[in-house]
């Protein structure tokens, strides 16, 4: 069965520092997220993208994170200067046309020391 | 924005049992319904989801059902087995956004054998 994969499973990282999380979304799937838990609460919407753009922004998606889709099958998260506060699990999640069901990656703890 | 909430935020039900999870939405615009399962190191998986068109939903031992005038959802698995044991989450639309889904905060579920 096709599934969403993420890379790295883990990522620790400096504060300051940028990060790439890297997802690669189901083959036929358009639409592609990125959400965000942080332990122990709930998964928050980040982004979503289609079409080469953002269709949607949550307000914690500030000028820090960015996304692009660099080749025909990847999707990346970037977060140019990396604050405590981002520590989370990052889960990429993807969808076809025509319907709302997402399907999540396994996600990336990303640990901000 | 939208807001959701779900409660009880943990449930123990003997093997057998039923368990039963409520979630209530803010906008009356949202017209989509999924309902996630998350193991532990994993993420979230879509498991059911309802649109605002139907009232109820069935599959196999799980259950949707759906009351837009009360602007609340609940969730319903029947027969629990040990592997039902996981946390829960349910979701709805951003309003009538296409892609942009709110998560509730989640009911940790355990199974007794």
């Known amino acids: 069965e096709p599934e969403v994969t993420q890379t790295p499973s883990h990522q620790v990282t400096q504060m300051g520092q940028e990060v790439i999380l890297r997802c690669v979304p189901i083959?036929?799937?358009?639409?592609f997220y990125w959400y965000r838990q942080i332990l122990g609460q709930k998964v928050e919407f980040l982004v979503s993208?289609?079409?080469?753009?953002?269709?949607?922004k949550s307000e914690i998606f500030d000028d820090q994170f960015s996304v692009e889709r660099p080749d025909g099958s990847n999707f990346t998260l970037k977060i140019r200067s990396t604050k405590l506060e981002d520590s989370a699990m990052y889960f990429c999640?993807?969808?076809?046309?025509?319907?709302?069901?997402?399907?999540f990656g396994p996600g990336t703890r990303l640990t901000v020391l | 924005g939208e807001n959701v909430e779900q409660h009880p935020s943990t449930l123990s039900v003997q093997e057998g049992d039923s368990a039963v999870i409520k979630c209530t939405y803010s906008?009356?615009?949202?017209?989509?319904f999924p309902w996630y399962k998350q193991e532990l190191g994993k993420g979230p998986q879509l498991i059911i989801d309802?649109?605002?068109?139907?009232g109820e939903k069935k599959d196999q031992r799980i259950a949707v059902t759906l009351n837009k005038t009360a602007k609340h959802f609940s969730l319903h698995i029947t027969e629990t087995q040990p592997e039902d044991s996981a946390v829960y989450f349910c979701?709805?639309?951003?309003?009538?956004?296409?892609?942009?889904?709110?998560f509730g905060p989640g009911t940790s579920l355990s199974v007794i054998p």
């Open positions: 999640a993807s969808s076809e046309a025509g319907t709302n069901e997402q399907f």
């Open positions: 083959s036929n799937h358009l639409y």
């Open positions: 993208f289609y079409n080469n753009e953002i269709s949607e």
């Open positions: 906008d009356s615009a949202s017209n989509y």
């Open positions: 309802i649109r605002s068109n139907v």
């Open positions: 979701a709805a639309s951003d309003g009538a956004s296409y892609d942009k889904v709110i």
